[in-house]
T-cell receptor, first 114, second 109 residues
Framework: KAGVTQTPRYLIKTRGQQVTLSCSPI?????VSWYQQTPGQGLQFLFE???????NKGNFPGRFSGRQFSNSRSEMNVSTLELGDSALYLC?????????????FGSGTQLSVL | SQQGEEDPQALSIQEGENATMNCSYK?????LQWYRQNSGRGLVHLIL?????REKHSGRLRVTLDTSKKSSSLLITASRAADTASYFC?????????FGAGTTVTVRA
């Protein structure tokens, strides 16, 4: 099976712009989660989707949003980018519909905001 | 805020030695997991231990869990250069994982 695929791998944007990141989970996985990783804050949970429904959301401003499609692929969007949004954004999928089970991570999208 | 905290923050050992890192967490959990990350890439799942388990083994890995002390430890035996990475504990609850700050392990040849 192919792993979790995230695109693009690298992205450079300027302040005020918006960005959309894409994630394709492992085939058959219906849960997709997003995490932000920065040197200062570590790994922070953004949101989790299961069968197109958001089941949990982290403490991020409304500029951060996500969605999941019927084929389980997911996108996250960040509007009005700020310098502090520079981070590695990681997507993970799970084959379980239970809470907090084993996650399979993609290689991430490295976002740089200038 | 992060649920788990790893200790130590960094660890440097000789190839062949054992590496031990600890994780403390704050609230109730369904399970505790350990992940490895190489050079800012995606995380790789190592092992999951459920709240009703006390010890678990997987290859050269040994994990313990003490729910009364809200702590866990990860032991890597006979370390190799390829074990050089950051190791994170994560607690599972409410459809999310909460990660600690991680322990950076360097294995010297």
């Amino acid at each position: 099976k192919a792993g979790v695929t995230q695109t693009p791998r690298y992205l450079i944007k300027t302040r005020g712009q918006q960005v959309t990141l894409s994630c394709s989970p492992i085939s058959g996985h219906r849960s997709v989660s997003w995490y932000q990783q920065t040197p200062g804050q570590g790994l922070q949970f953004l949101f989790e989707y299961f069968s197109e429904t958001q089941r949990n959301k982290g403490n991020f401003p409304g500029r951060f949003s996500g969605r999941q499609f019927s084929n389980s692929r997911s996108e996250m969007n960040v509007s009005t980018l700020e310098l502090g949004d520079s981070a590695l954004y990681l997507c993970a999928s799970s084959q379980s519909d239970l809470q907090g089970e084993k996650l399979f991570f993609g290689s991430g999208t490295q976002l740089s905001v200038l | 805020s992060q649920q788990g905290e790893e200790d130590p923050q960094a660890l440097s050992i000789q190839e062949g030695e054992n590496a031990t890192m600890n994780c403390s967490y704050k609230t109730s959990i369904n399970n505790l997991q350990w992940y490895r990350q190489n050079s800012g890439r995606g995380l790789v799942h190592l092992i999951l231990i459920r709240s009703n388990e006390r010890e678990k083994h997987s290859g050269r890995l040994r994990v313990t869990l003490d729910t009364s002390k809200k702590s866990s430890s990860l032991l890597i035996t006979a370390s190799r250069a390829a074990d050089t990475a950051s190791y994170f504990c994560a607690t599972g609850f409410d459809y999310k994982l909460s990660f600690g700050a991680g322990t950076t392990v360097t294995v010297r040849a």
